[in-house]
């Protein structure tokens, strides 16, 4: 059974900062892109920023510069530290895991955690 549970959510003040942790069982974690999407009310799911099972990063123009994103293979975790947080940034964040093999691709989410940043 897969399962992605984030962490580190919660409240904070602009141009404070959060860190998310996603902790991954079920899946060979070092296989898996990961990474972290967030959906603000009445908005789309976005993408905030992934990170490839070789490392690289790949950021939101609206984050970059202020978002980092970070993998540990060893505990099959990822975090996203977010710095310079806006009331823009208010939403819920996903983690994300997906695997793309030949046959198919294999993507699975979290059930996400509440970020909310006042003004």
């Known amino acids: 059974q897969v399962q992605l549970v984030e962490s580190g959510g919660g409240l904070v003040q602009a141009g404070g900062s959060l860190r998310l942790s996603c902790a991954a069982s079920?899946?060979?974690?070092?296989?898996?892109?990961m990474g972290w999407y967030r959906q603000a009310p009445g908005k789309q799911r976005e993408l905030v920023a992934t990170i490839s099972s070789s490392g690289g990063t790949d950021y939101a123009d609206s984050v970059k510069g202020r978002f980092t994103i970070s993998r540990d293979n060893a505990k099959n975790t990822i975090d996203l530290q977010m710095n310079s947080l806006k009331p823009e940034d208010t939403a819920v964040y996903y983690c994300n895991a997906e695997f793309t093999g030949i046959i198919r691709t294999r993507t699975y989410w979290g059930q996400g955690t509440q970020v909310t940043v006042s003004s």
């Open positions: 079920g899946i060979t974690f070092r296989n898996y892109a």
